[in-house]
């Protein structure tokens, strides 16, 4: 006999997989008799508050299955942070509703607030189970291995450079590419993927937890250039100088926050351009000649572009929502997040386990150490760790093989 | 008996399917003895001047197929525009290594060169062929009904304007893609292709041939916002102003220019972030609240991105230089462009026709005006033109459909 309604809400940036986390959700509660109905809520916690619910019961497995592959996030999202008044309306939601589950799709954020709502509920003597189900393209949350997102994010990001490093190599210039990453370089680190023969670019490759000063860079970009007559590179959008500054900070104080108190750094090509402005204003071609210089900022396509995700990326994030909803038939999982661990040996292997919570909310984790190299470059360690997860890349050719 | 030996190049902005008409050409010659030697120009005309050539002859079928999926000019670009000095040098390098064949892989600007050439070519009574293969991801040549580069392009755009349209969605506000097009709306105008329900954007799209005014822009975006709570707009990085500058000239004077006198305007959030600060300066949200405004410039990906290109631009493009290929057989055929021509008739079907390089040098096409609607739209007659070149988009799903 169910015990009660359900709600899943999908929250912070989308991802191109975070609706097969809700598809693979909504297929397992099909399964089982333990939850009544299933409401999806717009827009994330807003939804819950307004009691803006779509009913998931009866969705068409056909549909299912085109939103699953249509990315960012189907039911909406919310930038909402909730405080603890929010928090308490979003309990009276529940208990109005008779909501007993709880899935929450998002990130650090989003985990924090499932914690805040299933703590209130315990102290209450509500039952309610909570379950998060990480989704970022940061990768950045604690005791996961990876998180869903990332993989297809990360494959998105190695293609365009990929690409851009032809590009780059059929007119031969300066090119600086701004990859999304606030605080977390995973996904600028995943530009190292494009290399597949010897001269190829991505040439340098800037992360946020690598503080880099302006005499720095210009110099790693004048030797490459002299070197190679070209140069590519890959910037995060978070980069710090050494005086714990971003350079987006340094760059201006004007810019606009969103209302988690972070920057607005993506969406906008002012770094990009802030970074070829200087290139071209310090560094000259041989004789004294104009350096041809460009800049692009990925933006949201990272986050958001269709038909071309990770299959592993894609498998994984359906996943975690089946486990998430399997878990719920159990009465003593009070609340968690699902998160992915790679099995220890050789081949890729993932298995998932339960932690609490608290153990993935609010702080966030970083690129290790042992992934960068000299402050402007990415390890083959890292290589090793993301390859499985972002799958095969396009398969490219050049003449320069024609030399070996 | 073979008559001399022939050049190939690659010249101007690459796109994702340029390397498949150098294939084609390669591989066609092959088939026959016609030629001697085939020897690939680096870096187009340049190569030519500097006798910097790849012997192709003999590079392995493996690589080849390889190199035909690579984005950008395997062979290496060039934006230098040959003076007649220039033109000179190239057919005196012609002269001393036996060329009698030329094919230029290239748009408006390469065919020209490759025009002045020819000219000079016979009025030194030197035997020489040249053959223009089309290449423009603006879609911009006379006579040709598309150009290879155009569908991969405008498949790029489409889908990442669909997956932004699902981001927007989930995160509803304003969001400005910048699509490249300096003069011709093509590309951006296939951005309508991603709608595929009642609600999706793109919302408004302007294109370079519709003049558009500060006031119009605004106006339109505040009705859109008003009535959907979110507005998406693909606006070419051309767009003009009423009084016939461009948007970008307006903005600023001291934008670089390129040695053929162009404006650079790819490569630079700059009109992104320009636009997105008008609606910010001059529209408010409902209750005098600040908006939501974004703004992505696609930039390089457009032409470069490898694993998604359209299959059918991919097919034409090798067909094109497999015809040039095959028109060098025919001593009859002096010079002259490679023109895909659509049969008449429901289906889509193509053929080629051998037209003089005069009546594509030079001088571009526009965005014809019964494919623009309103100043801010795009026909159904251009969705019927574009669909065939671009070919299936990914299948995407909304739970909006669930109201129908």
């Known amino acids: 006999m169910a015990k009660g309604n359900a709600v899943i809400g999908q929250s912070g940036g989308p991802t191109s997989v975070i609706n097969q986390s809700l598809v693979g959700v909504i297929q397992e509660v099909r399964k089982s008799a333990h939850i009544d109905r299933l ?77 805040i709502v299933q703590e209130l509920a315990a102290a209450n003597r509500y039952d309610l189970q909570v379950f998060h189900i990480p989704k970022t393209i940061d990768n950045d949350l604690r005791v996961h291995d990876h998180t869903p997102g990332f ?26 590419d701004v990859i999304m990453g606030r605080n977390a370089g995973f996904l600028t680190a995943a530009s190292v993927l494009a290399r597949q023969h010897g001269e190829d670019g991505p040439h340098l490759i800037y992360v946020p937890e690598a503080p880099l000063s302006e005499e720095k860079f210009l110099a790693d970009v004048d030797r490459i250039y002299s070197k190679k007559g070209r140069c590519l590179i890959a910037a ?26 972070n920057i607005q750094l993506s969406g906008s090509g002012a770094l990009g351009d802030h970074l070829a402005g200087l290139i071209t204003k310090k560094l000259q071609a041989p004789g004294g000649k104009k350096l041809r210089v460009r800049a692009d900022t990925f933006g949201y396509l990272q986050r958001s572009f269709p038909g071309f995700v990770s299959e592993t990326d894609a498998r994984e994030a359906r996943m975690v929502g089946r486990v998430a909803a399997q878990y719920s038939t159990d009465e003593s999982r009070r609340e968690g997040s699902i ?26 984790k970083h690129l290790p150490a042992e992934y960068i190299q000299d402050g402007n470059n990415i390890t083959e360690a890292f290589k090793a760790y993301a390859r499985p997860i972002v799958g095969p890349l396009p398969v490219v050719g050049t003449f320069d093989e024609l030399k070996k």
């Open 236 to 261: 995060s959008e978070g980069i710090n100088l050494p005086n714990g500054k971003t350079w987006a900070e340094a760059m201006s104080s004007n810019l606009e926050k969103d209302s988690h108190g």
């Open 39 to 115: 409401l999806g809520a717009r827009h994330g916690v807003r939804g819950i508050v307004n009691e803006d619910f779509v009913p998931l019961n009866n969705v068409p497995e056909e549909l299912l299955e085109r939103i699953a592959q249509t990315p960012a996030a189907a039911l909406g999202s919310t930038r909402d942070k909730p405080d603890a008044a929010y928090c308490e309306k979003i309990f009276a939601s529940f208990q109005k509703n008779n909501v007993r589950f709880f899935f929450y799709i998002g990130g650090n954020d989003s985990a924090d607030t499932a914690r």
């Open 339 to 364: 998160a992915m661990q790679r099995k220890p040996g050789e081949k890729y292997e993932i298995e998932t386990i339960f932690t609490s919570i608290k153990n993935v909310a609010r702080d966030t």
């Open 151 to 176: 993989g297809s994010a990360a494959k998105f990001v190695a293609a365009a450079i990929m690409g851009d490093n032809y590009d780059n190599a059929s007119l031969p210039g300066i090119k600086v």
